[in-house]
């Protein structure tokens, strides 16, 4: 997203040079997390399409995801009526909470955690954010990586294989196995989704298409 026409001036720090600013996931529109951003953060986000926050109790700039590979990268941002809170439309990579849950509001007032069902696509849509960022960014002894650098061969015979095990393992008891073969397939799938451009938003499409028929 292009935001040459923003101005950073315009919006309004505290005294303690923070803003607040809420992440919200772009398709689903679910809550996700409540952060700061100093002007150097905002900054970078709007540089680099990532999102980074400033760490009040660490005192420092820091990048969602840097350690965790969590990544949130930025649709939209819009300012409220004040200019004194932005609102950041994103892609999440897996969870948002450092608890490991997807929104950090997951726990009603009550102190019971509210029934969520995720919402479809979260798992491969982060698999897929995931894939495509090491791509961008590679990783020394990532096996993504490794099927990047071998090409599209390589990647096609991965998911032959792949798919040869999901056939064995279907003609087994056991559920697991079954339930593991899919989830590489699936990893492989992506990796070559990635590679020729594509993504299972691409596929979803499709099948949303034909359900019409």
């Known amino acids: 997203m292009m935001y040459e026409k923003f101005d950073i001036d315009e919006i309004k720090f505290g005294p303690d040079g923070l803003v607040a600013a809420i992440a919200q996931d772009a398709d689903t529109l679910d809550v996700l997390m409540a952060a700061w951003m100093n002007r150097e953060a905002l900054g ?10 400033y760490s009040r ?21 819009r300012r409220d009526c004040d200019d004194d809170a932005l609102l950041l439309l994103i892609d999440q990579t897996g969870a948002a909470c450092h608890t490991g849950n997807r929104s950090c509001f997951y726990r009603a007032l009550d102190g019971d955690a509210p029934n969520e069902a995720p919402a479809p696509g979260d798992a491969l849509r982060a698999v897929q954010s995931i ?61 070559l989704l990635c590679e020729r451009g594509l993504s299972w938003d691409d596929v979803c499409s499709e099948l949303e298409r034909r359900r019409g028929k």
């Open 131 to 191: 894939i495509a960022d090491r791509r961008i960014n590679p990783k020394e002894g990532s096996y993504t990586n490794y099927l990047f650098d071998k090409g599209i061969d390589k990647i096609l015979k991965k998911v032959g294989e792949e798919s040869a095990e999901i056939i064995i393992a279907a003609k087994n008891p056991s559920k697991e196995n079954l339930t593991g073969e899919v989830a590489d397939m699936m990893f492989h799938v992506s990796v």
């Open 57 to 77: 109790s660490r005192k420092c700039l820091w990048l969602k995801g840097e350690t965790s590979g969590h990544f949130q990268r930025v649709r939209e941002i």
């Open 44 to 53: 970078k986000t709007l540089e680099t399409g990532r999102v980074h926050y």
